[in-house]
C-alpha cells in the first residue's frame, strides 16, 4: 500500500472528480457481480471482465460529447456502463433475458445503443476497428462533428486490417480515436511475445497519425490525453491514436486459468496502481471528500449493482418467437436520421 | 448473515469438476480476491477467487472430491462475530439462486453412450482398445505424425505456451520446441497465408484456428492460395497442410462464435474437408490429413472434445478419407450425418428402435470426398432418409446429398429426403433460444416418422 503513488494535481473539479469515483467503481462492482453470476452459472459462455481497465473509459467518456460515438470489442461491459446503458438492461442481457440489451439474442460480447451511440460489443478480434473509423466516415460524410471512439486491445492491434483503417483514416481524415486498451495481454499472449516493437501508437506514424502513451491507471491523465485527441479529431486534423497502458485483474474470459503471469504481478498492480484507490486517495487527501462521502457513494453503487443481478434474474427468458425476429429489418434510420 | 459458497462454474461446458485443493482453511479471513480453491474444469485446473470478504466458517466439500456439480454449496462464509457453529447450521439447500432453467451451459444434451459397433471396423479384430477423449486424440494424432515427419509443425494463437486455447496442443512444446510448435500473433490472415507459403516450400504445416469463426480472416488463403493453386499451376504446386480447430456451436457463445462451415469448405474443389464425430476418426483422420499432398479442412468440435470413446491401440492407425463408417445398421430408413450431428442421430435412432423403428446411421466422417456409394446402398435397402447436420439449411450438405440420392436412387425412394438443419438464424444468445435453433434429437424423431409414415 505504502508504495502507492497519488495520482498528478487534478485537472479537474472536486465534482468530477468524484464522478469518475463513482463511474470506476459502478464497472468494477458491475463485473464482480457479473463474476459471481457467472459461477453460478446465470451467466454462460464467455465472459470478459473490464476488472482493472476500469480508468480507461471513465477517462475518456469525460473527454466526449453529446453524440459522440464508440466501438469496442467483446471486453465490453464498462464500456456500456460508462456511456451511460442501464445496468438492469447490460445484466439481463448477460443473463440471456428479455430485459437486456439485445432482448437477450447477443449476450456478453454483443450489446448496442443506438440511444448511448454505442456500436457494439465485437466478437471478431480486430474487425471493430474499421467500423469505428466507418462510423467516422458518416460522421465526417455528415459534417456532425462528431467524433469516434474506437477501442481495441494490444492483441488485436496485430490483425492487418488495424493498418488498412489506418490508412484510410488518414488519407480521408476521418474523425476516430484509436484507442489501444494495451492491457498488456492477449489471452496469454504477453504484448512482448506478439508485437515486433514496444510501443505500439508509434505504428501510426507511417500513416501520419500522431499517436501517444498514456498511463491507464490514472484517469486523469486518461481525461487529459482524451481531450487532446477529441481536440484534434473535431478541428479536422483526421485520426489520433492513443496506446493506454493498462492491465486487467482477472483472466482473460472465466475460462482462463491464467498461468502466463504470476499472481505477484497481479498483486503489485493491484495494490500500487490501481486506478480507483488512486482517485479514493486523490479525494481524500485533497480534501475532496469524506469517508463518509465515499461510503455513501460505495452503497449507491452497492444498491444498483444488487437491483441489477436481482432485474437480470427476474426478466423472462426471451419468447421463442425472438429466435425468427430481427433477421431482416422493414426500414432502418438513414442519414440524420438516426439521431432521431 | 452466513452465506454459501457454491461451485462455480469455470467454462462454457463445465458441469461439473474435482475440487483439487484448498487454499483456504475454516477460520481464515478472506478478502475480495482471495484464492479459495483450485477447481479442476474440463478444460484445466483454475484458481477460484473469493468475490466477498468475510471469514471461512466452514468448508463442505473435502479437498480432491471428484464430480463436485455446479452449484452445490462447497463452504460457509460468516462474519465477523458470528460463530462457526451458527455456520454449520444452515441447510445445504441446493442453490436457491440458481433456476433450474439455466445450469451452465448445458446447450447440447449429452448423447446416449452409442453403442452400436462399427459394421466395417477401421481397425483389425482383436486389436486393444483405450478410452481417450476427442482431444486427446487429435494431440496423439500430431504428436505421432510429427515424430515420424521433421516437416510437420503446428502454429496458430496460443498453440504452444498456453497448450491451445482448448488444450488440444497439450504438451506438444515441451516434446518438439517453439521451432515446431509456434505462437502467431493474432492475424489470421496473415498466419494462414505464411502456412501455405511454407507449404509450397516443402513444410506441411498445420494451422490451427482458435475456433473456425477466425477463419473468416483468412478464408482468402484458404481458397484461393491453397485451394487453387495446384490446379493454377498445372499440378506443379501445391498445399499439403491441414487447417483445423473447433467449428460449430460451442454453448452460449452467441451468432459470432457459433457456426457450422462444413457446407462452405465442402463446396471448393481443391480442398479435403473431415468432420469427425468419435475419438478414434479424430485420432486416425487427422492422421491422414497431415499426410495427404492437398489442403485439408479439419473440423473439430469444442463440446465433443471433452467426450470419451474407445480408440485402438496400435501403432500407426489411421482412417482413410472417403470411407463413411455405419454405425449402425437398419432396415427402415437411412440417418446420414457427420460431426456432431451424429450425436442427434444416435440418439434418434435409439429411441426409435423403442417404438420399433429400425433406423441404419451413417457417419460421413469426410464430406470431400464424400462416400457417396455408402449412402446409396443403404437408400436402395431402406427407401427412406434423413439427414441431420448443425449447419444452416440453406446450401447443406444434406441439401446436395438430397439431389444426389435423386438421381442416382430416385426408383427407391419412397418419401422424398428429408434435411435435419439448425435453424435459418443466426445463433441466439439467451439459453432457451440456443437450444431451439440448433437442430435437436426430437426433430430427428419427427422427420423418421414423416418418412416411415408413422
Ligand atoms: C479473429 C479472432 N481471432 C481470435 C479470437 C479469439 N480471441 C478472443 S480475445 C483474444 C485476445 C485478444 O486480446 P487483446 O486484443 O489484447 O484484447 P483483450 O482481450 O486483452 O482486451 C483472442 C485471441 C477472436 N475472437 N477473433
Ligand atoms: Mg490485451
Redesign the pocket.
Given at each position: 500500500m505504502a508504495a502507492r503513488k497519488p495520482a498528478a494535481k487534478p485537472n479537474v473539479s472536486p465534482d468530477e472528480l468524484r464522478q469518475y469515483y463513482r463511474d470506476m467503481l459502478l464497472i468494477r462492482r458491475f463485473e464482480e457481480k457479473a463474476g459471481q453470476l457467472y459461477g453460478m452459472g446465470l451467466i454462460g459462455g464467455?465472459c470478459?471482465l473490464y476488472i482493472g481497465?476500469e480508468a480507461v473509459v471513465v477517462g475518456l467518456e469525460a473527454a466526449a460529447s453529446e453524440g459522440d460515438k464508440r466501438v469496442t470489442?467483446?471486453?465490453d461491459h464498462g464500456h456500456m456502463l460508462a456511456c451511460g446503458m442501464d445496468p438492469n438492461g447490460v445484466m439481463a442481457e448477460l443473463t440471456g433475458r428479455e430485459g437486456g440489451y439485445s432482448k437477450g439474442k447477443g449476450g456478453s460480447m454483443h450489446m448496442f445503443s443506438r440511444e448511448k451511440h454505442f456500436y457494439g460489443g465485437h466478437?471478431?478480434?480486430?474487425?471493430q476497428v474499421p467500423l469505428g473509423a466507418g462510423l467516422a466516415f458518416a460522421d465526417k460524410y455528415l459534417e456532425n462533428d462528431r467524433v469516434t471512439f474506437t477501442y481495441?486491445?494490444?492483441?488485436?492491434?496485430n490483425?492487418g486490417q488495424v493498418y488498412e483503417t489506418f490508412n484510410m483514416a488518414s488519407i480521408w481524415k476521418l474523425p476516430v480515436v484509436f484507442v489501444i486498451?494495451?492491457?498488456?495481454?492477449?489471452?496469454g499472449?504477453s504484448?512482448k511475445r506478439s508485437t515486433s516493437t514496444e510501443d505500439i501508437y508509434t505504428r501510426g506514424a507511417p500513416f501520419g497519425i500522431p499517436g501517444e502513451l498514456v498511463d491507464g491507471m490514472d484517469v486523469l491523465a486518461v481525461k487529459a490525453a482524451g481531450d487532446k485527441a477529441v481536440a484534434h479529431c473535431r478541428s479536422g486534423k483526421g485520426p489520433y491514436i492513443l496506446e493506454i497502458k493498462t492491465y486487467?485483474y482477472r483472466g482473460?474470459?472465466m475460462s482462463d486459468p491464467a498461468k502466463y503471469r504470476t499472481r505477484e504481478e497481479v498483486q503489485k498492480m493491484r495494490e500500487e496502481r490501481d486506478a480507483i484507490q488512486n482517485v479514493r486517495d486523490l479525494l481524500l487527501t485533497g480534501g475532496h471528500a469524506t469517508e463518509d462521502d465515499l461510503k455513501a457513494i460505495d452503497k449507491e453503487i452497492k444498491d444498483i449493482v444488487n437491483a441489477s443481478a436481482e432485474f437480470s434474474k427476474e426478466s423472462p427468458e426471451p419468447a421463442l418467437e425472438e429466435l425468427w425476429t430481427d433477421i431482416y429489418a422493414e426500414a432502418v434510420p438513414q442519414g440524420d436520421a438516426i439521431e432521431a | 448473515m452466513a452465506t454459501q459458497i457454491l461451485m462455480p462454474a469455470l467454462s462454457p461446458t463445465m458441469e461439473e469438476g474435482t475440487l483439487a485443493k484448498w487454499l483456504v482453511k475454516e477460520g481464515d479471513t478472506i478478502t475480495s480476491g482471495d484464492i479459495l480453491a483450485e477447481i479442476e474444469t474440463d478444460k484445466a485446473t483454475m484458481e477460484f477467487e473469493a468475490v466477498d470478504e468475510g471469514i471461512v466458517g466452514k468448508l463442505l466439500i473435502e479437498a480432491g472430491t471428484e464430480g463436485v456439480k455446479v452449484n452445490t454449496p462447497i463452504a460457509v462464509m460468516v462474519e465477523e462475530g458470528e460463530s462457526v457453529e451458527d455456520a454449520a447450521a444452515p441447510a445445504p439447500a441446493p442453490a436457491a439462486e440458481a433456476p433450474a432453467e439455466a445450469p451452465a451451459a448445458a446447450a447440447a444434451p449429452v448423447p446416449a453412450t452409442p453403442k452400436a459397433k462399427a459394421v466395417e471396423p477401421d481397425w483389425p479384430e482383436g486389436t486393444p482398445m483405450k478410452t481417450q477423449t476427442v482431444r486427446e486424440a487429435l494431440r496423439d494424432a500430431m504428436a505421432e505424425e510429427m515424430r515420424s515427419d521433421a516437416n510437420v509443425f503446428v502454429m496458430g494463437?496460443?498453440v504452444a505456451e498456453y497448450q491451445g486455447?482448448y488444450k488440444v496442443t497439450q504438451g506438444l512444446l515441451d516434446e518438439f520446441g517453439d521451432k515446431r510448435v509456434i505462437d502467431t500473433p493474432?492475424t489470421?490472415h496473415g498466419f494462414a497465408g505464411i502456412g501455405v507459403g511454407a507449404s509450397f516450400g516443402g513444410l506441411k504445416p498445420i494451422v490451427e484456428?482458435?475456433?473456425f469463426?477466425?477463419a473468416?480472416?483468412a478464408i482468402d488463403h484458404i481458397i484461393n492460395s491453397a485451394a487453387k493453386t495446384l490446379y493454377m499451376s498445372g499440378g506443379q504446386m501445391g498445399a499439403p497442410m491441414v487447417f483445423r480447430g473447433p467449428n460449430g456451436a460451442a454453448a452460449r457463445v452467441g451468432a459470432?462464435?457459433s457456426q457450422d462451415y462444413a457446407a462452405w469448405y465442402a463446396m471448393i474443389p481443391g480442398l479435403k474437408v473431415a468432420m469427425p464425430y468419435s475419438a478414434a476418426d479424430a485420432k486416425g483422420l487427422l492422421k491422414s490429413a497431415i499426410r495427404d499432398p492437398n489442403p485439408v479442412i479439419f473440423l473439430e468440435n469444442e463440446i465433443l472434445y471433452g467426450r470419451s470413446f474407445d480408440v485402438p491401440d496400435m501403432e500407426d492407425f489411421t482412417v482413410p478419407f472417403g470411407k463413411a463408417k455405419i454405425w449402425r445398421e437398419g432396415k427402415d430408413v437411412t440417418i446420414v450425418s457427420f460431426g456432431i450431428g451424429m450425436q442427434y442421430a444416435l440418439e434418434a435412432a435409439e429411441k426409435l428402435a423403442e417404438e420399433g423403428i429400425d433406423a441404419e446411421v451413417i457417419d460421413l466422417r469426410t464430406l470431400r470426398p464424400l462416400d457417396y456409394g455408402t449412402v446409396i446402398e443403404s437408400v436402395k435397402k431402406t427407401n427412406r432418409c434423413v439427414t441431420v447436420e448443425e449447419g444452416y439449411p440453406v446450401g447443406a450438405i444434406g441439401n446436395h446429398l438430397s439431389a444426389y440420392i435423386m438421381q442416382n436412387a430416385f426408383d427407391w425412394l419412397d418419401a422424398p429426403v428429408i434435411n435435419c438443419t439448425g435453424k435459418d438464424v443466426p445463433m441466439p444468445y439467451a439459453a432457451n433460444l440456443e437450444k431451439h435453433a440448433l437442430v435437436t434429437t426430437d426433430e430427428v424423431i419427427d422427420a423418421v416418422k414423416q418418412v416411415t409414415y408413422r
Open positions: 464467455f470478459h481497465q470489442s467483446y471486453r466478437g471478431i478480434v480486430g474487425a481495441f486491445g494490444d492483441g488485436a492491434a490483425q486498451e494495451n492491457n498488456q495481454y492477449a489471452m499472449t504484448q486487467r482473460h474470459s | 494463437e496460443e486455447a493474432i489470421e484456428f482458435m475456433t469463426n477466425f473468416m480472416q459470432q462464435h
